[in-house]
């Protein structure tokens, strides 16, 4: 049973904690913070993580199959830049105590989720402008807040990964506008890859502010700035005006300026679809996750071989500060 002295102490910490959020402080690895606090980031920054290596899988299969050299290399930057990402985020939750092989063993067996969108295929090299015009898009809708999330190591990590991502979103509009300027076949294919990746683009921003079960906590905590919809609306302010300037036209015939809302009014979202995709039911589901699963269990040599170099190297460091023996 906590004594009256830890109580008072608890409450202490709980009101610097307290006043640190109100006062749009970061909170640090070391301070104090409320164990829902934490359980919150971990499940946040770890499913951000996860949906950065997932994602490398729809565009990678492009690599071997890009039209020119230069295509190539730009989407294979592109590709590690995500892993990069990937790897930013998880020293991030590790600053939490989360252990990185842990949230990899969840990610293999299902406990914890990654982007819906990355459930869907990617059929042709349009796929690969459209998803750095939407996707990357949705996501730098989405991600350029957290640069002011109140937990640093996650804003400071966004930091750059926005940056990246603005870059990725040019990459992908500048192929759709090279593509529509050029065949009528090409055209087709921005017009089909746009029309599969509108919807789950939108549904990237998670369910409506009614039904998210985490939003309005994690916006009291300062951790999220803007609710879904708020986001989403953003992204089709966005869009349509850069579709016009592509000559793409995006799947909604309820897609029309609101001059009283000062916003586009767009369509019903088939929100069955998205809880289909979140429960493991969407078309690539268990594809992704059984290419991850053969991506780790391969790679156990590599993490093998730099723990026992590691391990070696601490050893000799250990003995060269003992000194020679007597």
Not at 57 to 62: A, K, N
Not at 106 to 128: E, H, M, R
Not at 286 to 311: F, I, P, T
């Amino acid at each position: 049973m906590p004594t009256s002295n830890e109580i008072d102490c608890g409450f202490e910490a709980q009101d610097s904690f307290d006043a640190a959020i109100e006062d749009h402080k970061r909170i640090e690895p070391r301070d104090w913070m409320p164990e829902g606090y934490r359980k919150t980031l971990v499940r946040q920054i770890a499913q951000h993580a996860h949906s950065e290596i997932i994602g490398m899988q729809p565009e990678g299969y492009w690599i071997t199959r890009a039209p020119s050299l230069r295509r190539k290399a730009i989407l294979l930057a592109k590709v590690q830049d995500e892993a990069g990402h990937g790897m930013y985020l998880y020293s991030a939750v590790e600053t939490l105590g989360a252990d990185r092989a842990e949230l990899t063993r969840k990610l293999i067996d299902g406990t914890q989720k990654y982007s819906s969108i990355f459930n869907y295929p990617a059929l042709s090299y349009a796929d690969v402008g459209v998803i750095g015009w939407l996707v990357d898009g949705a996501a730098i809708c989405n991600q350029v807040p957290l640069c002011r999330s109140s937990y640093g190591p996650y804003a400071r990590a966004m930091i750059r990964i926005c940056k990246e991502e603005s870059f990725h979103q040019r990459q992908g509009y500048e192929l759709l506008m090279t593509m529509m300027s050029g065949t009528q076949a090409q055209r087709d294919m921005v017009a089909d890859a746009t029309n599969r990746w509108w919807w789950p683009s939108l549904m990237m921003f998670g369910p409506p502010d009614g039904e998210s079960p985490n939003s309005a906590q994690s916006m009291r905590w300062g951790i999220k700035r803007h609710t879904n919809d708020e986001l989403r609306q953003r992204f089709v302010d966005m869009c349509v005006p850069q579709a016009e300037a592509l000559g793409v036209s995006l799947p909604d015939p309820d897609l029309r300026w609101n001059p009283e809302r000062g916003h586009y009014d767009f369509g019903a979202i088939d929100w069955e679809e998205f809880r289909q995709v979140v429960a493991g039911n969407g078309p690539c589901n268990l594809e992704r996750l059984r290419n991850r699963k053969k991506a780790h269990e391969e790679g156990a040599w590599v993490r093998d071989a730099a723990m026992a170099y590691e391990k070696k190297r601490a050893g000799a460091a250990s003995v060269a500060t003992s000194g020679p023996p007597r």
